[in-house]
Each structure stands twice: as structure tokens, then as C-alpha cells.
């Protein structure tokens, strides 16, 4: 079950840094002393986190963006999963 | 055995000076720092961080000593943000003055941790909130308006693991969000003073007693970690996650270390950056080498089906207490020098009920020499 509306802007929790490592290939969340390495689908949701847009905006852009529907549970899921971990926070 | 090419050192450590205003008996700085050589310059230091960026090195430790103490760590974190590093202080907190947390901040700090160096001869003055006290509520204070998030790390031992309560009391009253209880690690200066520092079983238990009743009280309000000793486990830890594999440290004066405390291994030359490039020193120095992969393990840990998850555990402790880096980590139950770790704990069951003036503790000193209280 989410724990939030759709209507939510997520954005990267205060002390975690996204970015773009070349040597690792991959996109990391950095926050103090240490790291985790993202898998393609968790850095193409948490990319789109930018406070602006909202979950349901988030949604809408990857099914059109990887041409797929239904999207919306699994986004959910993790958007949950990051939540969690402090990984994203939730703007009003 | 063919071993993979190593990854990145993703992990790198610049201890910027060894300079520091404080004493601690646990500092894990080698003992006899008075002799070595002059401290990189602030382009020797912006040269190491370009050169591990490139490598693929992301977090960034900045430690020392008191990494305050040196006057371009303004310039070195600004350098390193620039770089696309995540840079993390280090810091007693002397020296942190609101000008330079603002220009740290400016520069693109993105955490700070506050390690409470209760030097063992301020122990009283510390816990009884004086000036000590005053001096870190001023520090976390500031540390919370510039809204970092509160570290905490205290270094227990036998001294003042009883105080455990009253030390995460202290760190509540200053707002910390997290506290990190670490137990002594027994090298440098702590190797040295082992027989005063090391806490018995019985002080070890109550101490995780009195963390577990606070975390009830607290709940997620204020996250406590406490590393037990591992004098008191009978497996090691992965130290460094394996030496070689992701930890890069740079001593003050430029050589590089797989772990902060390898410089005291016999027979290792160690590269300086101020003579090779990072990247040869990294995967082609005999130094960074030397205990990579499983080639030179000996038995027990080369048959050992557990050999892939510790790597045989620490080598700075397997040669201080077995005289030889490439034994098995003693820490180790399989071992065959185990039983120099269980008598120093049961050593440290014995003493303590003495007073722990007993004996006379070794105060880092800046002559490399034991300075007696
Ligand atoms: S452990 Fe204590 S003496 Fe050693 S560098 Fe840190 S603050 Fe200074
Ligand atoms: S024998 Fe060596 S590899 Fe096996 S558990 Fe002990 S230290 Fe680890």
C-alpha cells in the first residue's frame, strides 16, 4: 500500500546526492560515508525526483518515456521502499 | 590463483595533518608521527583528489589529526565538491568557528561528523559538563543551524564504557541524530595503552545494556550504533572490506595506505603521491598488491570456506599480536594464536577492579614519545 498520494512531489532526502558515476557505469545515491549503487529502474524513478513534479507526473513520463503501461505499482513500491530509507522525501 | 583486476578505490581517506590539539590515549595515529615528513602542500593535495576522482574514488574522508587545524581545508573541499566528491569532516570540533563552518558550507561540505575526544585525563571534567561540554554544544549547535545532521562518534574504552547513560545522555542534550559508540581498535597510540584501555566482559555487557534502555527511551529519535570490540567476537572483521579493494588513505605526508594503519608493517615500502601517479600506485605498487585477493593467505584462512566474506580479517592486528601480517587475524577462534586475544580479555577481567590509574597511560605527544600523566 503507498504511503502517499500521487499528488506528492518527491524529492532526494536532505544528505543524499544523486549522481552520475562513469567509473562505476551506473547512477549512485551518495550520503554520509557511504553509497549505493543504482539498478537502471530505481535511477530512472529517482532521476525524475526533483520536488517539481508530482508521483503521478513521474508515472506519466516513464510510460511514455519507456513506451510501457501500468507502471504505477511499481513505482509506488519504491517510491515507498525510498521513502523509507530517507532515500526521498515528500514536498506538500 | 588469477585475481580479478581490482575496482576503484571508491573510498578515499585524506588525513591532512597529524597536527592536533588534543591528546586522545586511543589515537590511532602511528606513535612515532614526530619523524615524518613535511605535510603535502595544498596543490600536492588538489593534484591527489583530481588524480583519485578520475580513478573513480567518491567518498571523501577528510581526517587527520584535526584536519581544522590546516587553513586551506576551505580550498580542498571546495576542490573536491568541484569534483563531484561527497566530502565528509572529521573533526574534534576545535577550531570550528561560525566563519569557518559558513565558508565550509560555501564551499560544499556535505557532512560533518563530531568525534568527542574525551582524552582519558578530562574524563571528569567531560562528563561533568564543563568546558568541554560547552565547547561541543556550542559546535553542535552551530553544526544544527547550518543544517547539517548531528554525528556523534565517542570512542569507548575501559575508562569510560561505564558511562555509557551518561554519555548518551550528554549526546541527547546536544541534539544528536545519530551516535556511533565505537570501541577502541587496538593500534597506534591504543596498542600502546591495551592493558589500561581494553574494558572487561562484565563492563562490556553492562555498556550494551544501558544502549539497549536508551534506544527503548529514545526510539528513532536519536539512532545509537555500538561497535563491540573485536577482541570479544570470535570471527575478525572484513577489515577494509579487504585491503586493496575499495579504501585509499593519504598520510599527511603524501604516502599511500590500503588502511590508515598499514604504515607499521615491516617490510612494506609504501608509495608516496608525491613520486607515482595514484593510478600506478594503486594497481601496480608492490604495497597495494601485497594482500590483495587470497594468493597470500596462509592456513587456516587459505582453505577456509569463510575466507571470501572477512579476508582473513585485520593484517596490522595479525602482525602485532603474531609477529607475522599473513597469519589469520587472532581475533579469529580458528586461529592458532586466538588465545592471545581471550587472555588479554581475561587479563582485562582481572585489573578491573583495580583503580585504572594502576598504570601509567601513554598521552600522544607531538615527540612521538610516552608522555606519562
Ligand atoms: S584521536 Fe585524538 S589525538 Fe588522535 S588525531 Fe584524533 S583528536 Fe587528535
Ligand atoms: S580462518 Fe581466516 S578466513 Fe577463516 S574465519 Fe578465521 S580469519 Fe576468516
Known amino acids: 500500500m503507498a504511503i502517499f498520494d500521487t499528488a506528492a512531489r518527491p524529492a532526494i532526502g536532505g544528505g543524499f546526492r544523486l549522481q552520475w558515476e562513469p567509473a562505476q557505469a551506473a547512477h549512485v545515491l551518495l550520503y554520509p560515508e557511504g553509497m549505493v549503487r543504482l539498478n537502471q529502474s530505481a535511477a530512472a524513478i529517482l532521476t525524475r525526483c526533483d520536488g517539481a513534479r508530482t508521483v503521478a507526473d513521474i508515472i506519466a513520463d516513464l510510460e511514455r518515456t519507456y513506451s510501457a503501461a501500468g507502471l504505477s505499482s511499481d513505482v509506488c513500491d519504491f517510491v515507498t521502499f525510498a521513502i523509507e530509507r530517507t532515500w526521498l522525501e515528500l514536498l506538500p | ?373
Open chain 2, 1 to 373: 590463483m588469477s585475481d580479478p583486476v581490482p575496482g576503484p578505490p571508491l573510498w578515499l581517506l585524506l588525513e591532512l595533518t597529524y597536527r592536533c590539539p588534543l591528546h586522545c590515549v586511543f589515537c590511532y595515529n602511528p606513535t612515532d608521527f614526530g619523524g615524518i615528513g613535511r605535510e603535502l602542500e595544498t596543490a600536492e593535495w588538489l593534484r591527489v583528489l583530481a588524480q583519485a576522482r578520475e580513478l573513480g574514488s567518491v567518498q571523501l574522508g577528510l581526517s587527520g589529526g584535526e584536519p581544522l587545524v590546516r587553513d586551506d581545508l576551505e580550498t580542498i573541499v571546495a576542490a573536491a565538491r568541484g569534483l563531484g566528491f561527497y566530502t565528509n569532516l572529521i573533526t574534534s570540533g576545535v577550531g570550528l568557528t561560525e566563519t569557518r563552518l559558513c565558508a565550509l558550507k560555501e564551499a560544499g561540505l556535505d557532512h560533518i561528523q563530531l568525534s568527542f575526544q574525551d582524552s582519558t585525563r578530562r574524563l571528569n571534567d567531560f562528563l561533568s559538563s564543563t568546558r568541554t561540554f560547552e565547547l561541543k554544544s556550542r559546535v553542535a549547535a552551530l553544526i544544527r543551524k547550518h543544517r547539517y545532521p548531528m554525528v556523534l562518534n565517542v570512542v569507548l574504552h575501559r575508562l569510560n564504557i561505564d558511562h555509557v547513560e551518561e554519555i548518551l545522555g550528554m549526546a541527547e542534550r546536544l541534539g544528536a541524530d545519530y551516535v556511533e559508540l565505537a570501541n577502541t581498535q587496538y593500534y597506534g597510540w591504543a596498542w600502546r595503552n591495551r592493558a589500561q584501555l581494553l574494558p572487561s566482559r562484565e563492563q562490556l555487557r553492562r555498556a550494551e545494556e544501558a544502549t539497549a534502555r536508551f534506544r527503548e527511551r529514545v526510539g528513532t529519535r536519536m539512532r545509537v550504533f555500538f561497535v563491540v570490540p573485536d577482541y570479544f567476537e570470535t570471527r575478525p572483521k572484513p577489515c577494509m572490506s579487504g585491503l586493496g579493494r575499495v579504501f585509499l588513505g593519504i598520510a599527511p605526508d603524501g604516502v599511500a595506505l590500503p588502511c590508515q594503519s598499514a604504515r607499521m608493517l615491516p617490510g612494506m615500502s609504501f608509495p608516496s603521491v608525491r613520486e607515482a601517479s595514484l593510478r600506478s600506485i594503486w594497481y601496480d605498487s608492490p604495497a597495494f598488491n601485497r594482500f590483495r585477493g587470497e594468493g597470500w593467505m596462509k592456513e587456516p584462512c587459505r582453505s577456509c570456506p569463510e575466507r571470501g566474506r572477512d579476508f582473513g580479517g585485520c593484517r596490522c592486528q595479525a602482525y602485532l599480536l603474531t609477529g607475522d601480517a599473513a597469519n589469520a587475524d587472532p581475533v579469529c577462534a580458528l586461529s592458532p594464536h586466538h588465545h592471545l586475544v581471550t587472555e588479554a580479555v581475561a587479563g582485562a577481567g582481572r585489573s578491573a577492579a583495580e583503580p585504572p590509574a594502576a598504570a601509567p597511560l601513554a598521552f600522544r605527544d607531538h615527540r612521538g614519545g610516552a608522555s606519562r600523566e
